[in-house]
């Protein structure tokens, strides 16, 4: 299994940026789909998680309403929308990948057995 995750960089704040997070070696169908982030000294923490069927999303409460997860399962892929860039948003942004997770600890960094590199994003004052 291998995912990657790209479309990060530097942006002004009120910026947007689209992330993507390209899929291979598992049935992405079958497998919710989250976003990560990390900044410098602070534990990895949620953003974004879509499930199988693509009408079940969910957001932190720090994005809720400026970001938006979609995915694209004929192509393997998931991104996540970012509009209203504030300099909080800053971290490295990861995507993850599991099969079995279920609504109570989707937002658990340790509920996914599968991720991403990570892409940076910055975002200026």
């Known amino acids: 299994v291998q995912l990657q995750a790209y479309g990060g960089g530097l942006v002004q704040a009120g910026g947007s940026l689209r992330l993507s997070c390209a899929s291979s070696?598992?049935?992405?169908?079958?497998?919710?789909m989250t976003w990560f982030r990390q900044a410098p000294g602070k534990e990895r923490e949620f953003v974004a998680a879509i499930r199988r069927s693509v009408s079940s999303t969910y957001y932190s409460d720090s994005v809720r309403g400026r970001f938006t997860i979609s995915r694209d399962n004929a192509i393997n892929m998931v991104y996540l929308q970012m509009n209203s860039l504030k300099p909080e948003d800053t971290a490295v942004y990861y995507c993850?990948?599991?099969?079995?997770?279920?609504?109570?600890?989707?937002?658990?960094?340790?509920?996914?057995?599968?991720w991403g590199q990570g892409t940076q994003v910055t975002v200026s004052s």
């Open positions: 993850a990948a599991d099969a079995n997770t279920i609504l109570s600890s989707i937002r658990m960094p340790q509920s996914y057995a599968y």
């Open positions: 070696g598992l049935s992405f169908s079958r497998y919710t």
